[in-house]
């Protein structure tokens, strides 16, 4: 089945700086998500993004959708004591009966204040 | 304002007992889905539930079994569990298979 590599696996940064992750793919996807899980809580919905080339912003989040779809990337600017979490690619086709979403591994940031 | 509930919060069960986590949705959505979270491993697709009156195996369903109540409730049960199902559980619904989700908080279970 389709799977999607997510990369770096973790990150400890020093409060303000920047961060960047990636997710790629072997196959395409029509929309990529990023989810952000603070601990003991579910995923949570940061960005969606819906066409190839597509770049979106939500505050100090920018996420990427691939030319080639098969690839999209999150960057968070400025980092702050409450970016901690997991945050969690997502890739999804629909059509048919499924769309069910692939989820990638997750990249675990710590913040150092 | 409720979303995905999810009951219970946390669960300690011996081997071999059975037991049913409960998924309650209040955003009309049609498609519901059960994952479960294990460290390095990220979220793996137990069952979902299309529509209402469908249920579909996902990548990892072995020992467990599902049922689409109505449209509201999607509820998991594991027959006999064992210590590999320990693990935290997740519910979570869409309008359709085309939109992303919405997860409910999780069930933390562990068997022993």
């Known amino acids: 089945g389709q799977q999607l590599n997510q990369s770096p696996q973790s990150m400890f940064i020093q409060e303000g700086e920047d961060v960047s992750m990636n997710c790629t793919s072997s196959?395409?996807?029509?929309?990529w998500l990023w989810y952000k899980q603070d601990p003991g809580e579910g995923p949570v919905l940061l960005i969606a993004l819906y066409k190839a080339g597509e770049l979106t912003s939500n505050g100090r989040l920018t996420a990427q959708f691939g030319i080639t779809r098969k690839d999209s990337f999150l960057n968070i600017s400025a980092s702050i004591p409450s970016d901690v979490g997991i945050y969690f690619c997502?890739?999804?086709?629909?059509?048919?009966?499924?769309?069910?979403?692939?989820f990638g591994k997750g990249t675990k940031l710590s913040v150092k204040p | 304002n409720a979303g995905v509930t999810q009951t219970p919060k946390f669960q300690v069960l011996k081997t071999g007992q059975s037991m049913t986590l409960q998924c309650a949705q209040d955003?009309?959505?049609?498609?519901m889905y059960w994952y479960r979270q294990d460290p390095g491993m990220g979220l793996r697709l137990i069952y979902y539930s299309a529509s209402e009156g469908t249920t579909d195996k996902g990548e990892v369903p072995n020992g467990y079994n599902v049922s689409r109540l109505n449209k509201r409730e999607f509820s998991l049960r594991l027959e006999s569990a064992a210590p590999s199902q320990t693990s935290v559980y997740f519910c979570?619904?869409?309008?359709?298979?085309?939109?992303?989700?919405?997860f409910g908080s999780g069930t933390r279970l562990t068997v022993v």
């Open positions: 955003m009309n959505h049609n498609s």
């Open positions: 979570a619904s869409s309008l359709t298979g085309g939109y992303g989700y919405t």
């Open positions: 196959s395409i996807f029509n929309t």
């Open positions: 997502a890739g999804q086709n629909y059509g048919g009966s499924q769309g069910n979403l692939i």
